[in-house]
């Protein structure tokens, strides 16, 4: 599985508050969360989600359980999250609905065009190719289906 | 030597198995999105609903006519799948869940991130997310890494105006906010031993602010006492001799006071350093600190008091609160001027009731303080209930050592 997307570059200890607040959660308008992606870090962010590669620092996703986390990113259009290290929780839910992550330490600048294999294990940016925190092959295949829900329906049919 | 985690997973750090899920809960937040990847799903199997739980606590009661239609759609879905349902006002589900609904040795997972609070039992308990529930919900089982340990030697005795909130305060500020990431806390030593399960729980509870996937303790003569008091039988279990790969060692006699600073839960200072700064709210309650023995220090120090600043008193579950009414700590609390909510995790999320208005302060006992949770601009700082409490008498942080 291979992609690509347009850095946006994040600090280290993103929570999953920061990344969509409590006061969105309480909807089954998925629009919602997408729309709110990222505000509170900062509401600049939200025209550059598309189409992007997060590139954050350790520990993304820390906090609150909240799913919507995940899906607001992956709603709003990223690709992928890249981070030297991600709490467990986020990193579960994102393989779970299909949005792939990326456990890796690469420099990078916002702006700069980002490729990635799963299946091969590396990203890339800026002419350097760094490896990837290896998946199970569990996470690969649930990642492969598009998430634990089409997983499953694959696996019961 | 094995640790606790890989001892009820059944294999060594690093391996990946695939597991029965003994019990599993979620709340009116997650249980929402967990349904929908259920239905989505499509298979119509829900299997072991004995031991599946749908506990409301998030936003209770329902605070718009949304969230009441969410609500009911959820009692329909429990009352369809026949899993255990708990209304408005039961509690917190981690609470509900410690009320002899956990057990040592157990694998429990918890669609909320605190589900380690229940690794106070010797259960591996976990946190996922909604997605997750649902496969659980469907085939009765998911995997696991099996963590590495972290040992947390806790020696010596809590003394003083300490407590055991403080203890998670200094750890968590040891280990920062993912100085345990994917790891298990496991909490040893002759002080871990002289904890009470109230204790114990508050430990366990903030393992997931360092990045932990579970915290646990042995299950002891403690851990039996105390499910006995619920009808629950348990068994102990002996740790086995040796060391951890990683350790930190805590003298419980050396811990004092301690305050989490806005908006990180690892930057942490003793509470006599912010002496004197104002505060808007000091709100009592939460998975972390509104057991009944959290109300109990609290209504000590105010007791025949006034509280000089707005109070939110809310029980981490009906059970609590039916004790502190029985023991007159619940009269002591109203007597003191606090306003009282129904059982559940009240302003702790900043989604209803209690949420803070720009530039506002709370000082909480709860286990998160970041940017915004209780409400846009304000700022949560994270205390004891003992340092709650002093500090609602003088309207600013006060160490509880002034009122012991
Ligand atoms: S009390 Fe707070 S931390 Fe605990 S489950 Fe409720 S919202 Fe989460």
Redesign the pocket.
């Known amino acids: 599985m291979r992609g690509s997307g347009h850095a946006v570059c994040l600090g280290r200890d993103i929570d999953t508050d920061l990344i969509i607040a409590g006061r969105h959660l309480r909807t089954r308008d998925r629009s919602v969360w997408a729309a709110h992606a990222l505000e509170d870090r900062d509401p600049a962010l939200a025209g550059r989600l598309a189409g992007a590669v997060i590139m954050a620092g350790g520990n993304f996703g820390c906090g609150?359980s909240r799913e919507q986390a995940a899906v607001a990113l992956r709603d709003a259009g990223v690709v992928a999250v890249a981070a030297p290290s991600f709490a467990r929780i986020f990193f579960r839910n994102a393989v779970n609905i299909g949005l792939p992550v990326l456990e890796c330490e690469i420099p990078c600048r916002d702006g700069d065009q980002v490729t990635f294999d799963l299946e091969e294990g590396w990203i890339e940016t800026g002419g350097t190719r760094r490896p990837v925190g290896p998946l199970s092959p569990r996470m690969r295949a649930i990642l492969a289906a598009g998430g634990l829900v089409p997983f499953l329906c694959g696996e019961r049919r | 030597m094995s640790t606790l985690s890989e001892r009820i997973l059944g294999a060594g750090a690093g391996s990946y198995v695939d597991r029965a899920v003994d019990r599993a809960y979620v709340?009116d937040g997650t249980g929402l999105l967990a349904r929908a990847a259920w239905t989505e799903i499509g298979s119509g199997v829900f299997t072991d609903p004995d031991r599946r739980y749908l506990i409301f606590?998030?936003i209770v009661p329902a605070n718009t006519s949304t969230t009441a239609d969410l609500h009911r759609e959820m009692r329909e879905f429990a009352a369809l799948t026949g899993m255990h349902f708990f209304e408005i006002g039961e509690g917190?589900?981690?609470q509900v869940m410690a009320e002899g609904r956990a057990l040592p040795g157990e694998v429990i997972v918890g669609a909320?991130?605190?589900s380690c609070t229940l690794g106070a039992f010797g259960a591996f308990a976990t946190g996922v997310g909604a997605t997750d529930m649902a496969g659980i919900w469907v085939t009765g089982g998911t995997w696991f890494r099996v963590p590495e340990t972290t040992g947390i030697f806790l020696e010596g005795a809590l003394s003083g105006a300490a407590a055991a909130k403080d203890v998670a305060l200094a750890y968590v500020a040891a280990l920062g906010m993912d100085g345990a990431t994917y790891r298990t806390l496991e909490f040893v030593g002759e002080g871990a031993a002289s904890l009470s399960m109230a204790d114990r729980l508050t430990l366990c509870n903030m393992a997931v602010e360092t990045g932990a996937k579970a915290g646990i303790f042995h299950a002891d003569g403690v851990t039996r006492a105390y499910l006995a008091g619920f009808g629950v039988e348990a068994a102990v279990q002996v740790p086995e001799a040796g060391t951890y790969p990683d350790e930190i060692e805590i003298d419980l006699g050396d811990v004092v006071p301690l305050l989490a600073l806005p908006p990180r839960v690892d930057a942490v200072c003793p509470v006599a350093e912010k002496e004197g700064l104002p505060v808007d709210q000091v709100f009592l309650?939460?998975?972390?600190g509104?057991r009944y023995e959290d109300l109990e220090a609290f209504a000590a120090t105010v007791r025949g008091k006034q509280v000089a600043v707005r109070t939110i008193v809310v029980p981490a579950s009906r059970a609590v609160l039916a004790r502190a009414v029985a023991t007159g700590v619940f009269a002591a609390l109203v007597e003191a001027g606090c306003a009282v909510a129904t059982p559940g995790?009240?302003p702790?999320?900043g989604a209803h009731l209690g949420v803070l208005g720009e530039g506002e302060v709370c000082l909480s006992t709860?286990?998160?303080n970041f940017k915004n949770r209780m409400g846009v601009g304000g700022e949560i700082y994270l205390a004891s209930p003992r340092t709650a409490a002093a500090t609602a008498l003088v309207g600013a942080v006060t160490s509880p050592e002034e009122f012991l």
């Open positions: 609150s | 709340h606590d998030h917190v589900c981690h909320d991130s605190h309650g939460t998975c972390t509104g995790c009240g702790c999320l709860a286990n998160r």
